[in-house]
Structure formats: structure tokens, C-alpha cells
């Protein structure tokens, strides 16, 4: 399977990073005043996290959308009876209209083509409906600082830049609240607010690494060094960190919330 997708990862993700994002998932659904009876679309939903948050807010019907199957496997293991489909997120099943909020929970700061994946979201929103994303903050610490030096040593960093730019264009961007604002401005949203919050999540030293590797970096280098390559890596790196950094670690990441309305009819 090809790195750029998170079929291989779904598991890992599901353990590791699922508890975690659920905490986002929640304040993310409150920024966007998710409640009981609201029609919501989870776009990129991944193994379901925030769309379970959704549901447990009593909205109904919560459909979650992925592109990657084995993700909405987990989903449905994880979380039974989540209404669930395969779905880009630039080209979505659902008539003009159909919900009343649409959540993305990191999400648009991935996608290659976000201008056309919010006219899809202003088209299935009904009208004064909200959109509501979260996005990294544009902040670095010294655990990615130092995840990111140890790939560097090995895979060029202007390439490890390059795959970023290719991929996700505008992922550092969206961790600005200014740029944040004014693209959803120019796409036709309205009452545009945002958020920045930090969050301090706890892991183990394995399961950091671990989770690391879930991320389209991490896949990144893991093929571009092969198996024995990549196998080596792991074992400088989780040596590094025993050295630099107490085990378990304390990873403290920043967010910017944002929601947005479309404009009424």
C-alpha cells in the first residue's frame, strides 16, 4: 500500500491517537454548538472519534466519511452503529442542504485542495449551518523538533519539504488564525471565529514513537528507507529520546479551533 494513505496505520491510530483527539473532538463539537437533533457530517472521520463525539451530543442522524477503508473498519469495530462511508472529502454523496453542522477534525490542513472541499461542505450545510475544523497550531516542540532532526539526518530535509509542500500545501498555514480566517472568508463563510488552545497529552516512550509513525512523515520515511533502513532508524531514535527526554513524556501540543457559518438564503 502506498505511504500517502492510512489503511496500513488504522490500527496504531486507533490505539494511540484516538483517545487522545477525542478530547479535541469534544471542544471542537462545542465550539460548533453540536447538539441533540442536529444532522452532522463527519468529514475525514477517520476510526469515527469525532463523530462518535457527535452522537453522544444526541444529533442524528452523524454520518462520518473517509477515503480509507480499513480506517472505517476500525470505526465500525470501535464504534457500532456509526453511519459510515467511503467518501472524498472533494466529492461527497450528499445532497445540497443536508446538515446542519459539518466537523473536520484535523483534517483540511491535509488535503491537497481545500478551496474545492469547502464548496462541498458550503454546499451540503443547510443554510445558517456551521462548519467547524481543527488544525496544528504552528508550533514545534522539542519532541517534533527532535523527530524531525533524527529523520533529517537521513532523509534530506528538502525533500522531507518537498513531500510536505506536494501533499498537504497549506498544513502549516491553517496553524495561523489569520490565514485560517481569511480562507474560509474567500470561500463564502460568514460569523468566522477561531480559537487557539494547548493541549498536554501524556504517552509512553514506545507508544510516542510509535504514534509518530502514523503520520504521513513517519510514512514518508519509512519508505524511503526500506525495512532494515527504517528498522535501524527506530532504534537510533528510541535511543535519542530515552537519552534527552524522561520517559513517560509529556507532549504538549497547540490547536486552533475554528467555526464558521453559511450565510443564509
Request: proline share 2%; glycine share 12%.
Given at each position: 500500500m502506498s505511504?500517502?494513505?492510512?489503511?496500513?496505520?488504522?490500527?496504531?491510530?486507533?490505539?494511540?491517537?484516538?483517545?487522545?483527539?477525542?478530547?479535541?473532538?469534544?471542544?471542537?463539537?462545542?465550539?460548533?454548538?453540536?447538539?441533540?437533533?442536529?444532522?452532522?457530517?463527519?468529514?475525514?472521520?477517520?476510526t469515527g472519534v469525532a463523530a462518535e463525539v457527535a452522537r453522544a451530543r444526541g444529533a442524528a442522524p452523524v454520518v462520518g466519511v473517509d477515503l480509507a477503508q480499513e480506517m472505517l473498519r476500525v470505526a465500525h469495530a470501535q464504534r457500532p452503529g456509526l453511519l459510515l462511508a467511503g467518501a472524498e472529502a472533494v466529492d461527497l454523496p450528499f445532497r445540497d442542504g443536508a446538515f446542519d453542522v459539518v466537523l473536520a477534525n484535523f483534517v483540511l490542513p491535509n488535503l491537497k485542495n481545500h478551496k474545492t472541499a469547502l464548496a462541498e461542505v458550503l454546499r451540503m450545510l443547510r443554510p445558517g449551518g456551521r462548519f467547524a475544523m481543527s488544525a496544528w497550531a504552528d508550533d514545534r516542540d522539542d519532541l517534533e523538533r527532535t523527530w524531525d532532526e533524527l529523520a533529517g539526518s537521513l532523509i534530506p530535509p528538502r525533500m522531507l519539504q518537498q513531500m510536505r509542500d506536494a501533499e498537504s500545501p497549506d498544513f502549516r498555514n491553517f496553524g495561523t488564525r489569520d490565514f485560517t480566517e481569511k480562507v474560509l472568508g474567500r470561500a463564502g463563510f460568514k460569523q468566522v471565529r477561531t480559537d487557539k488552545r494547548t493541549?498536554?497529552?501524556?504517552?509512553?516512550?514506545?507508544?510516542?514513537?510509535?504514534?509518530?509513525?502514523?503520520?504521513?512523515?513517519?510514512?514518508?520515511?519509512?519508505?524511503?528507507?526500506?525495512?532494515?533502513?527504517?528498522?535501524?532508524?527506530?532504534?537510533r531514535t528510541r535511543a535519542v529520546f530515552a537519552e534527552r527526554f524522561a520517559d513517560p513524556l509529556q507532549d504538549t501540543v497547540a490547536v486552533v479551533l475554528t467555526?464558521?457559518?453559511?450565510?443564509?438564503a
Open positions: 505511504w500517502r494513505g492510512y489503511d496500513e496505520v488504522a490500527e496504531a491510530y486507533e490505539r494511540i491517537h484516538a483517545p487522545r483527539f477525542s478530547v479535541i473532538a469534544e471542544e471542537l463539537a462545542g465550539f460548533a454548538d453540536v447538539a441533540a437533533g442536529m444532522r452532522v457530517l463527519d468529514l475525514g472521520t477517520g493541549y498536554r497529552f501524556r504517552y509512553g516512550l514506545d507508544e510516542y514513537l510509535e504514534g509518530r509513525e502514523v503520520f504521513k512523515s513517519g510514512r514518508f520515511v519509512r519508505d524511503m528507507l526500506g525495512e532494515s533502513g527504517w528498522e535501524s532508524f527506530r532504534q467555526t464558521a457559518a453559511k450565510p443564509e
